[in-house]
């Protein structure tokens, strides 16, 4: 499972890519991670939370962390809430989430936030919302933007109910491969498979119907797919 303080570093690269002043005044990731999982001493823990609510670049970096770990919420001051708040991006558009039908190697969209491939057409993600679409045997294609990343998520059906969940992701502008990404497969917070690629694509193979969660981890990337399968 992807940590917090991982998360973190992950964004912290990003920062820094930017010319951030990163230097010895901020708290480095790892004290973040701590903080965010309530690991610290009461003191540490009181000048952290100062300096959050005086630091837009730390609480945009436990923004964006906390952009994936929503649960994290709870533990936090409200004021601290509040400054990292401003740096979420918009709420629906986060993730990618999406409900589907899997009957006799036929998938059924009941409900999804990403656009629909089918063959050369793109179905935009509104047309999708409110309303269910028909069988489509040839396995579902959907698409969905994180800023610079574009995502593609294969879902193709095997024998027994089964289905292969394929990962896609390029750079939305140049079209090239997005490396060093870790993809990791989760059910109920717990993970099932995770991989590091550089090619951009990974598949994890046999997955049956049931609830789960897709963290895409990358030097300037943070992204999740939630997928609801239903038999």
Not at 12 to 18: E, M, P
Not at 127 to 155: C, H, M, P, Q, T
């Amino acid at each position: 499972m992807f940590s917090l303080a991982e998360l973190v570093r992950a964004v912290y690269r990003r920062r820094k890519t930017d010319n951030f002043d990163l230097s010895e005044k901020h708290p480095d990731e790892n004290l973040l991670a701590c903080y965010l999982d309530d690991k610290l001493e009461d003191r540490e823990k009181e000048r952290i939370k100062i300096h959050l609510l005086h630091c837009a670049v730390c609480a945009e970096s436990v923004g964006l962390a906390l952009s994936i770990k929503k649960g994290k919420f709870a533990r936090l001051p409200r004021g601290v809430i509040e400054a990292v708040n401003q740096f979420l991006p918009v709420t629906q558009d986060n993730w990618l989430k999406v409900v589907l039908n899997l009957k006799e190697k036929a998938w059924e969209i009941l409900k999804s936030n990403a656009d629909l491939l089918a063959g050369q057409e793109i179905v935009p993600a509104r047309s999708l919302r409110g309303r269910k679409v028909g069988a489509i045997k040839e396995g579902v294609i959907l698409l969905k933007d994180f800023n610079r990343l574009r995502l593609e998520v294969r879902l193709i059906s095997q024998e027994n109910n089964k289905f292969n969940i394929v990962i896609n992701v390029k750079d939305k502008f140049s079209r090239k491969i997005k490396p060093g990404l870790r993809v990791a497969l989760f059910q109920e917070e717990r993970e099932i498979e995770s991989y590091a690629t550089d090619t951009g694509s990974v598949t994890f193979e046999s997955v049956s119907p049931g609830k789960y969660r897709v963290d895409i981890c990358g030097q300037d990337n943070l992204a999740a797919v939630f997928l609801d399968v239903n038999a």
